[in-house]
Each structure stands twice: as C-alpha cells, then as structure tokens.
C-alpha cells in the first residue's frame, strides 16, 4: 500500500472493506469466548443476550464508524475513479 499519504481513497476504502470482515470475524470469536467465560464465571446465570446480540453491531460501530457509511455501499466516486460506469447506491436517486 506504501505511504498513507500517497494512498487514493479508492484504495483506503477498499482495504478498510477487508479489514472490516476481518474484523467482524474477530468480533464473533471474541464474542463466543465471552459467552464460555460467562457460563463458567457465573455459573447458573441466564447470558446477557442483549449484550451478545448488540457485541457486533458495537465494535463495527467503534472501529469503523469514521467512515460514516463509506464502506456500505460502493460510491460513485470510488467506481469512476477508475474508469467504471457510475452507479447508484440503493436508496438513493441518480444526480
């Protein structure tokens, strides 16, 4: 990738798209161990299912919330910055 500095935002993006099923990966398997942690630290206890069920939603949310919706959906700027015809997103009305 070299420099951050030197890196198009295109390519950003798309790394912070890997990244970002990485991390989700990772969120799961933390949030599988929790539970067995859980389950034998309190023993007998019903599992904060609140909690299990918000886990991924939350570190998504507080690694990549910067991004503010960029690595939803391709833009129209990352596709015409290479040449590729532009589409719209879901939702949203061509300009």
């Not at 798309?14 to 970002?20: I, S």
């Amino acid at each position: 990738m070299g420099e951050m500095w030197s890196a198009s935002r295109r390519h950003l993006i798309e790394h912070a798209r890997r990244l970002r099923g990485a991390v989700a990966d990772l969120a799961a398997g933390d949030n599988l161990i929790s539970q067995w942690c859980f389950g034998i630290e309190e023993p007998g206890e019903p599992q904060p299912r609140h909690l299990i069920d918000a886990y991924p939603a939350m570190v998504d949310a507080w690694v990549f919330g910067h991004f503010a919706g960029m690595l939803d959906v391709p833009r129209q700027a990352d596709a015409t910055e290479h040449g590729a015809p532009a589409t719209t997103p879901p939702g949203e009305q061509a300009g």
